[in-house]
Structure formats: structure tokens, C-alpha cells
């Protein structure tokens, strides 16, 4: 069974954890969380963390990520919603072992590009998080919203992709609606990504 660190924070309300949570009690994911890490004791995950009894972590400054890693040891580092930049030597000792979700749809190459369902370009939507992700796909007319598991790298949002999940922009839509619809399918996407990495051998 695989061990899971996950770290969230103030942005978001912790469904990404709870949807990994959900996946573990239902034996759907064949993975333990040995540890919630938060960047603060105000984040709205970690009453999800304490309901279910998880081993739970603070941690305000990027310095101190590295050593709390380090007792636990994780298969994985699950970014569910972490704001903190995650520092070069963190990168290095869990290469290709840091999870995160990207409001966008990341290539596989630097110069490449993304093509949604029906044949147009995808958005990166690189440097954008959250809500201003959103508004960037209505802003430029995106027939498609989408996001992208892929492991973290010392490239700005890029990384070796693991999934991506595609979600139609219908008229009228608003970042209310489509963060919305696009939540469920990132709910899905990360599930999914831990499921594949985390099978038995």
C-alpha cells in the first residue's frame, strides 16, 4: 500500500482531499494518507483531515516542508490546493513523486500544445490558479475548460502529464458554473492519476 502525503491550505475548501479519502474508504485506491499538511490552522481541509482521523501537520514557512517529508517518507506528495512555493530541494529528493492539479491544460513538451475534444487549442493557462484560470477560459472564448494532473518539475506549471480532464463551455457559463462542472472532473482526474501510480505490484 502506498503512502500519501497531501497538502493543502487556505485556498480551496479541501474536496480534492476528500475525494482521495472517499477513493481510500471505499477501496477504490490502494493508498494510505500518512499525512495532511497545511500551510495554516485556518484551511477548511483540515476539519475534512480530523473528521476522518488523519495525521495532520502545520506548516507556515517553505523551509519546514522538507524535514516533516522526511520523517514520513510518502510514495507520493499529493498538492491539493497548496500555495506555497515548493522549494528546489524538495523537488530533487521526490522527483517525479509530486502530484499537482493545474487549472489548465499542460503539454508534454514545453513547446507543445494541447488539443481539446473538437480539434482546437487547448489553454495552458500558465501562471493563472483558481478563479483567474476560469475567467481566462471564458475570457478568450476556450470551447473546451480542462485541467491537467502531471508531477511537479523545476518548470513553472509543466511536468510529465498523468491525465487531463476536458469539460464542454456552454453559453452563458460563468466561473461559478464551469469551476463547478470542471471541480467534478478534477475530483475524477486525481483519483484516477493515484489509482494508476499507486497499483499493486
Not at 487547448?122 to 481566462?136: D, M
Request: net charge positive; proline share 3%; aromatic share 6%.
Amino acid at each position: 500500500m502506498k503512502k500519501l502525503a497531501v497538502l493543502i491550505s487556505t485556498v480551496g475548501k479541501g474536496s480534492n482531499l476528500q475525494a482521495i479519502i472517499d477513493a481510500i474508504e471505499a477501496d477504490k485506491l490502494n493508498a494510505e494518507i500518512a499525512i495532511v499538511v497545511s500551510d495554516s490552522r485556518e484551511a477548511l481541509g483540515l476539519k475534512r483531515a480530523k473528521k476522518h482521523s488523519l495525521k495532520v501537520a502545520i506548516c507556515p514557512k517553505k523551509e519546514d516542508l522538507l524535514p516533516i517529508l522526511k520523517r514520513i517518507q510518502p510514495d507520493y506528495i499529493v498538492l491539493a490546493g497548496w500555495k506555497q512555493i515548493v522549494s528546489d530541494e524538495v523537488i530533487a529528493k521526490f522527483q517525479n513523486r509530486i502530484l499537482n492539479l493545474h487549472p489548465g491544460l499542460v503539454p508534454q513538451t514545453i513547446m507543445g500544445h494541447v488539443k481539446n475534444p473538437d480539434g482546437t487549442l487547448a489553454l495552458w493557462n500558465r501562471g493563472l490558479l483558481a478563479e483567474k484560470a476560469i475567467q481566462n477560459f471564458l475570457e478568450k472564448k476556450a470551447t473546451y475548460a480542462g485541467s491537467t494532473v502531471h508531477f511537479l518539475s523545476d518548470e513553472f506549471d509543466f511536468g510529465k502529464v498523468i491525465k487531463r480532464g476536458f469539460v464542454k463551455v456552454k453559453k452563458g457559463d460563468t466561473v461559478k458554473t464551469l469551476y463547478t462542472r470542471l471541480k467534478k472532473i478534477e475530483h475524477k482526474i486525481y483519483v484516477e492519476s493515484l489509482q494508476k501510480l499507486c497499483q499493486p505490484e
